[in-house]
Structure formats: C-alpha cells, structure tokens
C-alpha cells in the first residue's frame, strides 16, 4: 500500500477514523481500537479507546484477544473489524450482531464464498479460548472457529435485514483494500446519498431547506449547504443529536438536521 493503512487519507478524515466512527454509531458498547506496539495512530472519535497487541505481527487472533480483554465485563458480544473497510455501513454491523443468539460463539458472514473473520460477530467469553490458541501459535481464525459455535450468514440472511438491504445492497461493507488500486477505486466511488433539513435562521424565508446531496462526512455535507459547523448549530442525526464533529461518517440513506441556536452572522457561509 506504501503507507499505513490506518493513516491514509479518507475525503478530508482517515480510514481509521472512518471505521471507528461508524462503529461507534452502531454500538451501545465500547469502541477499541489495537494497534502494534509503539504504533502511532491518527485522530479518533472521542471516547474510542486504544488497546496494544502483547506482540507484532501475529494476525488477528492476536488482536482479537487483545480487544476482548480490553472489553472484560462491559459487554458480552464484539463485532470484529478491520480498518481498510471505509464501505462499512452501521446497519450490517447490527444485522451481524443480531444474529449471534444466545446458544452460538461466533457470527460468520460469507460474502462472495469467502468467510470474513474481520467482519464478525464473536462473544467476548471466547477470550481464554483465544488466548490459548495465541499461546499454542495457532493464529489463524480457522482455529477458533473449529472449537466454537459458528453461525455462517451467506448474501440472502444478510440482506434478509431491510435496513441492510436499503443501505448496503451490494454488501461492499466488506470490501477490503488490500492493494493501492483498491483503495484508489475505493476514493473514487460517489459520496453516499444524505438527506439534509436546515431549520432557523439556516433555512431560506420559503421555508426550511431540504435537499439529498452526496456526502462522506458531516463536514462535507454541512460545506455543501454552506453551513459552518460551530457551536451555533444543533446538529441531528437520523432524528438523534450529536455533536458537530465534521469528521463524523455518514452513510447511505442518513438523514441530518442542522439547526440555528441563536445563531448570528457567520452561521452560514456565503455561497455562490
């Protein structure tokens, strides 16, 4: 790739801040990221916290047992990531998390005919098992899969779920971007499609604003309707309010409030 994945540039954020965000919007749990040892990150999400691999370069068992470790008591099922997967939408982590029932171990999707360690559901008490496996060297997936419960979900029980169907048709929330090619094709897709209402002294005098404009981030979209983000506007997503971070991923099918709180000159940015 010729540099980091976690670091490359993702329309104004980064990968890593990308996922993590749009993890965080789908959780009701802790967010975690693990990083190698002495591994610098970019800026994340407040409240994301960062745990560290025992050691490089050991693959994702090693990771996974770091992050449920991390995790302990605070939650009871983790949904598994990696950070080159800026297509992941909200929706599919819910319908893998969803489908993890009390009697199994592990959500597998398999997309394509292939399964996606990095895209599961796995209950946090496999953390000793992982850790077994981690100190017999048995560090691929396929081990802690042999000795657990495993649920696959091929295409059809995924886009079973409406709200995954309507926003990830395609499934590209498991698209990888192991290559520079892939992540160049990746950087060239269309921004999702978002709804956008401005409300107060941010709508025009025939009334408020409504507009679907493609977006990647709050950002993006609030420069798209000449909104400054700032402390004078409220800001609302999918009917939920949030702060006015413009590094906040949006996805296909979001809908955003921007609101006027008092807001003076400057609010809204001149346009042309």
């Not at 091929?154 to 992540?183: H, I, K, M, Q, T």
């Not at 604003?209 to 800001?235: I, K, M, N, P, Y």
Request: hydrophobic residues 45%; glycine residues 10%.
């Amino acid at each position: 790739m010729g540099a980091p994945k976690a670091a490359l540039s993702w329309h104004g954020s980064t990968l890593l801040r990308r996922v993590a965000g749009i993890a965080a919007r789908a959780v009701d749990g802790p967010v975690i990221v693990v990083r190698a040892p002495g591994q610098e990150l970019p800026s994340l999400p407040a409240g994301v916290e960062v745990a560290t691999d025992a050691r490089e370069g050991r693959g994702p068992i090693q990771g996974l047992a770091a992050g449920l470790e991390t995790i302990g008591e605070r939650a009871e099922v983790a949904y598994v990531s990696s950070t080159d997967a800026p297509l992941l939408h909200p929706a599919f982590i819910g319908s893998v998390v969803r489908a993890l029932s009390d009697d199994l171990d592990v959500a597998l999707p398999t997309v394509g005919g292939h399964r996606q360690p990095l895209a599961a559901a796995y209950r946090v008490s496999l953390l000793q098992l992982v850790l077994q496996l981690v100190a017999a060297d048995l560090m691929k997936p396929a081990f802690l899969f042999e000795r657990c419960r495993v649920r696959l979900l091929d295409e059809r029980d995924l886009l079973s779920d409406p709200d995954l169907a309507r926003g990830d048709p395609r499934l590209r929330s498991v698209a990888n971007l192991n290559e520079r090619a892939d992540y160049e094709r990746a950087l060239a897709l269309p921004a999702p499609e978002v709804g956008v209402r401005l409300r107060g002294a941010l709508a025009t005098a025939s009334g408020p604003v409504r507009a679907r404009l493609g977006a990647w981030s709050l950002g993006e979209l609030s420069a798209a309707v000449g909104v400054t983000l700032d402390e004078r506007v409220a800001v609302e997503l999918n009917s939920l309010p949030t702060a006015p971070d413009p590094e906040l991923p949006l996805v296909c099918g979001d809908a955003v409030m921007l609101t006027a709180q008092g807001a003076g000159p400057g609010a809204r940015a001149a346009t042309s």
